[in-house]
């Protein structure tokens, strides 16, 4: 498989804020800070612009087995204000802020055209151009009209998106013996042996004659039969023939899911379908169907072919990649008498696609496209994600973001919360978008070339979704004062399924706490270690005094406790001062009296 393409790709962002605030005696009710409308004489208010160019000319996809070769030849990509690829002016979709709602305006045309050729030993087989594109007649308001459609606030017909296909259908039957020549084509290479072998016969014996004129030429001709047999036929049966010499059932499909293995692993698109953690020939799933499109069983080397209801032969197979991958340090660390700010991390940008490719080949519908079973998941996509990153550097990597400041005595700090705890790594706030194609195909999860050539705008239902959730830990400290703790949730999404309802943004402070361990530690704990300091020296006065002294209870036992409280100082009784601050009733000057 080669590929290759020339052209220009340009995109482009402005975005413009009108922010009023309110003075006093404005109106009752009117907000203190909004955002103002947008003025389309002026120019002024709250506007976003993007635009977007892409023209590519010389767009050729070629795909060759052995001396077939099939593909793109020559085709045109165009997306810009006017579908013309000599002109430059971008494509623009703007959304403005209008009566306090946002509006949503495009100015562009597409037009897609890819001529599709079969090579056989080097002559072209037109098959006919695939073409997509806006009506012409709508001009530059082509890509307005076709969302309006989708919206549905525009006339299904005429439509706006055109879509010409090629005459695949004719190329391909329906009959079933198709489907085991494919998976095992000896016995039709048998025949085929067997028929030349008997030519080769007919004109090296029967026909080896010397007739006038034409002498035994005809005998020679046998003999390029024989080289025939023995040269591509040989090399076609030595092509399905396993390690043991023997013919291999199956033999094209495994060639097949190499060769598909080999093309997209080769771009670097090929995915780990089946999810064992690593893409090898294997994640060119490939599994036999009934007509109801269920999955009978998984095709596997050397199997022969399943007797029962099947219907099908269908190869899947996940690609993607990442289309831009990077990060924007936010390098802020001010430190100023009285003030500091420090910010750790910035933003990290992802933009990654993924197609969930699958086609068949059915008794009864002949070459289809496979689509997923499930509704919610569409098959081709475009993510957009732009993260809160703790280390831009690394956009593969995703830490935790960070901000702390200082204003005198007061401190305070942001930081990014984990999304999900359960989920290996950080979890970021983020701003996502997903840009996707879904194809509607049948019951039975099949796409056939008839619906599409009966039907084509039907099968694609494209959708366009953006969420931003942004979730923070917040604290403002003071010395000697609890820690006061709370988190910021930022939380809106928009959806082209419904364009005209705009949700309104979820802005709240949750979780609002205090946090005493910082009073303690930071404050209360500082003072008792300087108590502990203060009266250090007389710990071992302390203890000296409190430690009994051995043997002494056997000097002073059977003395009169009154006298030795009369002539050595001994506490007199309960009520004594000694006994108040509870010291021993007798010292050691007591041991006189024994």
């Given at each position: 498989?080669?590929?290759?393409?020339?052209?220009?790709?340009?995109?482009?962002?402005?975005?413009?804020?009108?922010?009023?605030?309110?003075?006093?005696?404005?109106?009752?009710?009117?907000?203190?800070?909004?955002?103002?409308?947008?003025?389309?004489?002026?120019?002024?208010?709250?506007?976003?612009?993007?635009?977007?160019?892409?023209?590519?000319?010389?767009?050729?996809?070629?795909?060759?087995?052995?001396?077939?070769?099939?593909?793109?030849?020559?085709?045109?990509?165009?997306?810009?204000?006017?579908?013309?690829?000599?002109?430059?002016?971008?494509?623009?979709?703007?959304?403005?802020?209008?009566?306090?709602?946002?509006?949503?305006?495009?100015?562009?045309?597409?037009?897609?055209?890819?001529?599709?050729?079969?090579?056989?030993?080097?002559?072209?087989?037109?098959?006919?151009?695939?073409?997509?594109?806006?009506?012409?007649?709508?001009?530059?308001?082509?890509?307005?009209?076709?969302?309006?459609?989708?919206?549905?606030?525009?006339?299904?017909?005429?439509?706006?998106?055109?879509?010409?296909?090629?005459?695949?259908?004719?190329?391909?039957?329906?009959?079933?013996?198709?489907?085991?020549?494919?998976?095992?084509?000896?016995?039709?290479?048998?025949?085929?042996?067997?028929?030349?072998?008997?030519?080769?016969?007919?004109?090296e014996a029967t026909l080896d004659?010397?007739?006038?004129?034409?002498?035994?030429?005809?005998?020679?001709?046998?003999?390029?039969?024989?080289?025939?047999?023995?040269?591509?036929?040989?090399?076609?049966?030595?092509?399905?023939?396993?390690?043991?010499?023997?013919?291999?059932?199956?033999?094209?499909?495994?060639?097949?899911?190499?060769?598909?293995?080999?093309?997209?692993?080769?771009?670097?698109i090929l995915q780990d379908t089946?999810?064992?953690?690593?893409?090898?020939?294997?994640?060119?799933?490939?599994?036999?169907?009934?007509?109801?499109?269920?999955?009978?069983?998984?095709?596997?080397?050397?199997?022969?072919?399943?007797?029962?209801?099947?219907?099908?032969?269908?190869?899947?197979?996940?690609?993607?990649?990442?289309?831009?991958?990077?990060?924007?340090?936010?390098?802020?660390?001010?430190?100023?008498?009285?003030?500091?700010?420090?910010?750790?991390?910035?933003?990290?940008?992802?933009?990654?696609?993924?197609?969930?490719?699958?086609?068949?080949?059915?008794?009864?519908?002949?070459?289809?496209?496979?689509?997923?079973?499930?509704?919610?998941?569409?098959?081709?996509?475009?993510?957009?994600?732009?993260?809160?990153?703790?280390?831009?550097?690394?956009?593969?990597?995703?830490?935790?973001?960070?901000?702390?400041?200082?204003?005198?005595?007061?401190?305070?700090?942001?930081?990014?919360?984990?999304?999900?705890?359960?989920?290996?790594?950080?979890?970021?706030?983020?701003?996502?978008?997903?840009?996707?194609?879904?194809?509607?195909?049948?019951?039975?999860?099949?796409?056939?070339?008839?619906?599409?050539?009966?039907?084509?705008?039907?099968?694609?239902?494209?959708?366009?979704?953006?969420?931003?959730?942004?979730?923070?830990?917040?604290?403002?400290?003071?010395?000697?004062?609890?820690?006061?703790?709370?988190?910021?949730?930022?939380?809106?999404?928009?959806?082209?399924?419904?364009?005209?309802?705009?949700?309104?943004?979820?802005?709240?402070?949750?979780?609002?706490?205090?946090?005493?361990?910082?009073?303690?530690?930071?404050?209360?704990?500082?003072?008792?270690?300087?108590?502990?300091?203060?009266?250090?020296?007389?710990?071992?006065?302390?203890?000296?005094?409190?430690?009994?002294?051995?043997?002494?209870?056997?000097?002073?036992?059977?003395?009169?406790?009154?006298?030795?409280?009369?002539?050595?100082?001994c506490a007199p009784g309960p009520?004594?001062?000694?006994?108040?601050?509870?010291?021993?009733?007798?010292?050691?000057?007591?041991?006189?009296?024994?």
């Open positions: 498989m080669s590929g290759a393409a020339a052209g220009r790709l340009s995109a482009g962002l402005a975005l413009s804020a009108g922010i009023g605030i309110a003075l006093p005696g404005a109106p009752a009710g009117t907000p203190f800070v909004q955002l103002l409308d947008h003025d389309p004489v002026t120019g002024k208010g709250t506007k976003l612009d993007l635009t977007a160019s892409v023209q590519a000319g010389g767009v050729t996809l070629k795909l060759k087995v052995g001396q077939i070769e099939a593909g793109i030849f020559d085709g045109t990509i165009v997306l810009d204000e006017d579908a013309d690829i000599k002109t430059l002016a971008p494509a623009a979709l703007r959304v403005a802020l209008e009566k306090g709602q946002p509006k949503v305006s495009a100015v562009g045309a597409f037009d897609i055209d890819l001529p599709l050729k079969l090579m056989l030993k080097g002559k072209p087989v037109p098959l006919g151009d695939l073409s997509v594109y806006t009506d012409p007649a709508l001009g530059s308001g082509g890509v307005q009209a076709l969302f309006e459609q989708i919206a549905g606030v525009r006339a299904a017909e005429p439509s706006v998106l055109k879509v010409d296909l090629p005459d695949f259908e004719r190329l391909l039957s329906t009959d079933n013996a198709l489907l085991k020549m494919l998976y095992d084509p000896t016995p039709v290479l048998d025949g085929i042996d067997l028929g030349l072998g008997e030519l080769q016969s007919l004109f004659v010397d007739l006038p004129f034409i002498g035994n030429g005809l005998a020679e001709v046998g003999t390029m039969i024989g080289d025939l047999r023995g040269g591509l036929l040989l090399e076609l049966r030595n092509s399905l023939l396993g390690e043991d010499g023997l013919p291999v059932p199956g033999k094209p499909v495994e060639i097949l899911q190499k060769t598909l293995f080999d093309a997209f692993n080769g771009l670097g089946n999810r064992d953690g690593k893409v090898n020939e294997a994640d060119v799933d490939i599994g036999f169907y009934d007509v109801s499109g269920k999955r009978l069983m998984t095709w596997v080397k050397g199997m022969p072919f399943p007797k029962g209801p099947v219907d099908a032969i269908r190869f899947d197979m996940d690609l993607g990649g990442r289309i831009l991958g990077g990060g924007l340090d936010i390098p802020l660390d001010l430190n100023l008498p009285g003030f500091e700010l420090k910010v750790d991390g910035g933003f990290a940008l992802d933009i990654s696609w993924a197609f969930d490719f699958s086609f068949g080949l059915s008794t009864q519908e002949g070459f289809y496209l496979g689509v997923n079973q499930d509704e919610k998941v569409p098959e081709l996509r475009l993510d957009l994600g732009l993260f809160l990153d703790g280390d831009a550097s690394d956009p593969d990597k995703i830490t935790a973001f960070e901000g702390r400041g200082k204003l005198l005595f007061f401190e305070a700090g942001l930081k990014d919360i984990d999304h999900d705890p359960n989920k290996p790594g950080h979890q970021p706030s983020a701003l996502t978008g997903r840009l996707a194609l879904d194809v509607v195909g049948d019951g039975a999860g099949r796409l056939t070339l008839g619906k599409v050539l009966s039907d084509g705008l039907s099968v694609l239902r494209p959708s366009f979704v953006v969420d931003a959730d942004l979730r923070l830990g917040l604290f403002l400290a003071a010395t000697g004062l609890p820690k006061l703790e709370a988190d910021f949730v930022f939380d809106w999404g928009w959806s082209l399924d419904d364009p005209g309802k705009v949700e309104i943004p979820r802005i709240n402070i949750e979780n609002l706490r205090l946090d005493l361990k910082s009073t303690v530690l930071d404050w209360l704990l500082p003072i008792a270690d300087k108590v502990a300091k203060g009266v250090a020296p007389f710990k071992d006065i302390v203890n000296a005094l409190v430690t009994p002294i051995p043997g002494l209870e056997q000097v002073v036992k059977g003395s009169d406790p009154a006298r030795r409280d009369q002539q050595g100082g009520e004594s001062t000694a006994h108040q601050l509870g010291l021993p009733r007798c010292s050691a000057l007591c041991a006189r009296d024994a």
